[in-house]
């Protein structure tokens, strides 16, 4: 996830100072490197970018002096591609009479840039948003306009995307959707066009919304939408805004935690999309199939997910998978570690030390550091031998969800692959992902209100569900500063039992395959007086034991848990809520932990 804006003014401007206050307000999407590009009167073009903050850039750069009549800004979150001054958008085509830049994932850019370059044309970076501008020059090259010329780029990008673009001697800028969002404004004057609204709102408050497959055509004081497929004219009047900056930047959610569960189908999709189309994942895959012994090595949310990945390795491709928690790794671990031996080590952040020191201790013997990461340019990403990104985008609240999902579901696509088979059945995940959302949202609400008040409750799963049971009683304890004990549920007979009174509550989380051994477990609770409330597919022995079922979609044993886990990310933030807290920023804790 990327953040890009654009404005068209009437007349040669100070734009500077709007690029900035654009771009500050786009940092929550990315900030890796950061660039700006004005298009002038007389035809020149004025583009500055480097890597870092907008903050350090801006001031470096001196943003604040550039002027023109169209400009861009661009705040970039690596995916593939280290963050480098090439690899910073805005970019510009060959002979320099185009500039653009683009939010997303071009899945195909390795095949059109090389392509391009041997077609003669000057390719300077190796990121997609590049493409993206070069894809438009292949035609405009052969005397298309550039409104034709975006229309038949868009058949040849593939993937998730938006872009913004200019050319010198035109006074408008183009902007096109698919996949990835895109809001424009119109004002008195001006036209400006952006990833989201709160980058708009300061400039107007009447705004379109773009949607996928369409080009917006921005002038002073109006913009024109056309459908990419056949340049048709789309006729949409602008709405008025009312929402605040802040409300429009937590997408109207009233927190970044609900916005990021809300976020899953989309990101989920966009991750598989790129591993579907990356040349990276078949060598990682092969990496993983042939070490001696395999580890998976992470803290936290990431350690649980690469407990589900052990899971999902062992099942799919037959081959063992050692999860362990960083700080564990030395002593436990590391004596018997040698050459041959591989670690995928798992973080959001990539920054943190237990996961750090872990691998450097590792690779010290000879294992081969592998990643999974979110942050692009993190140390992690730098010290392993190679990685796959989780594509999530910024993770802006405390409490990880988002990168939860695509860890697993990272984890599956991988064990899919180890194991030789397809991965075609996880395109309906982004699919199962909403529907478990909607479907649960409402009987989570009726929930709450019965478990805001308890302090003490436990999360049980079996099997695929044990780390989705210990995710869902790590994420309660967070943000609802409750304790929540996760643990496999066949173990709560020895001992944790007792615990249980007239109205204790505990949580069962079950997979299709375990609803007899989950229904024990539920039945060992009711008849002391606990309340059950299990999370699974609609299953008669569940309904009849529990006193609740949270009703998952069927989604049959593999996926089951990447969708068991939204009910109870949903749970720990209702009650969060309900308590009275602040979900997003848990008192005592730290989005990213680089301390032992
Ligand atoms: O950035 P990382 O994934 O390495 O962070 C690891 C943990 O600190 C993190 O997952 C933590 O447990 C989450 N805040 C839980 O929601």
């Not at 401007?13 to 900030?31: C, H, N, Q, T």
């Not at 002027?67 to 910073?88: E, Y």
């Not at 993983?288 to 998976?296: E, F």
């Not at 309340?531 to 949270?550: C, K, T, V, Y």
Request: glycine letters at 10%.
């Amino acid at each position: 996830m990327c953040g890009i804006f654009g404005i068209v003014t009437s007349g040669e401007k100070d734009l500077g100072p709007v690029l900035i206050e654009a771009g500050w307000r786009l940092s929550y999407r990315g900030y890796d490197s950061v660039g700006c590009a004005t298009l002038h009167a007389d035809g020149t073009v004025d583009l500055r970018k480097d890597v870092g903050r907008i903050e350090d850039v801006a001031r470096r750069l001196a943003f604040h002096e550039m002027r023109g009549t169209r400009g861009i800004v661009q705040l970039r979150w690596a995916t593939f591609g280290a963050p480098s001054q090439a690899n910073a958008q805005p970019h510009l085509d060959s002979d320099g009479d185009l500039v653009g830049a683009h939010n997303g994932n071009v899945v195909n850019n390795v095949e059109l840039r090389e392509a391009f370059i041997a077609q003669g044309m000057v390719v300077r970076s190796t990121n997609d948003g590049e493409t993206c501008v070069h894809a438009v020059e292949r035609y405009v090259d052969q005397g298309y306009s550039m409104l034709d010329a975006i229309r038949r780029a868009y058949r040849d990008l593939e993937g998730d995307y938006a872009f913004v673009i200019g050319r010198v001697g035109e006074e408008r800028l183009y902007a096109l959707k698919k996949g990835s969002g895109l809001v424009a404004g119109i004002a008195d004057g001006e036209a400006c066009v952006s990833s989201d609204l709160p980058s708009i709102l300061p400039l107007t408050r009447r705004i379109v919304r773009v949607e996928d497959g369409e080009i917006v055509i921005l002038e002073p004081g109006r913009i024109e939408l056309r459908r990419a497929a056949d340049g048709a004219r789309i006729d949409r009047d602008p709405e008025v805004i009312a929402e605040t900056v802040e409300e429009a930047q937590k997408g109207g959610f009233p927190h970044f935690m609900l916005k990021e569960i809300h976020e899953q189908p989309q990101r989920a999709g966009e991750m598989l999309h790129l591993y579907e189309a990356s040349p990276h994942v078949a060598p990682l895959v092969e990496r993983m199939r042939s070490a001696r012994n395999l580890y998976l090595v992470g803290c936290g949310t990431s350690y649980h997910a690469c407990l589900l990945g052990a899971v999902y390795i062992a099942r799919l491709s037959g081959r063992p998978a050692i999860p362990v928690l960083g700080p564990q790794f030395v002593p436990q671990n590391l004596p018997a570690v040698g050459p041959g031996d591989v670690g995928v080590f798992v973080s959001q952040s990539g920054e943190t030390k237990d996961v750090l020191l872990a691998l450097e201790a590792a690779r010290s013997r000879g294992l081969e550091p592998l990643a999974l990461v979110n942050v692009i340019g993190s140390t992690l990403m730098r010290e392993s031998r190679a990685y796959l990104p989780l594509a999530c985008g910024y993770e802006v609240s405390v409490p990880a969800t988002k990168t939860f999902m695509n860890q697993a579901l990272a984890f599956l696509y991988l064990a899919l692959r180890m194991g030789g088979h397809s991965t075609a059945a996880l395109r309906q995940i982004p699919e199962l992902i909403e529907r478990t959302i909607s479907a649960t949202e409402g009987q989570i609400e009726t929930l709450e209100g019965d478990l805001a008040g308890r302090d003490d409750l436990y999360c049980l799963g079996y099997g695929l569900t044990y780390p989705i049971a210990l995710e869902g009683a790590l994420k309660m304890k967070e943000v609802t500063y409750a304790h929540c004990e996760g643990m496999l549920s066949t173990e709560f007979k020895h001992g944790p039992l007792s615990a249980v009174t007239e109205g204790y509550p505990v949580i069962f989380v079950s997979g299709p395959e375990d609803v007899a051994r989950i229904v024990s477990g539920v039945n060992e609770v009711t008849c002391r007086g606990g309340r059950a409330i299990a999370i699974g597919e609609e299953e008669p022995r569940l309904r009849a034991n529990a006193h609740d079922l949270i009703v998952l979609p069927q989604a049959g044993p593999l996926l089951n848990p990447l969708l068991a886990v939204v009910p109870l990310q949903l749970l720990a933030y209702r009650m969060s809520v309900a308590r009275g807290l602040d979900p997003d920023h848990p008192r005592n804790l730290s989005k990213t932990l680089t301390v032992d």
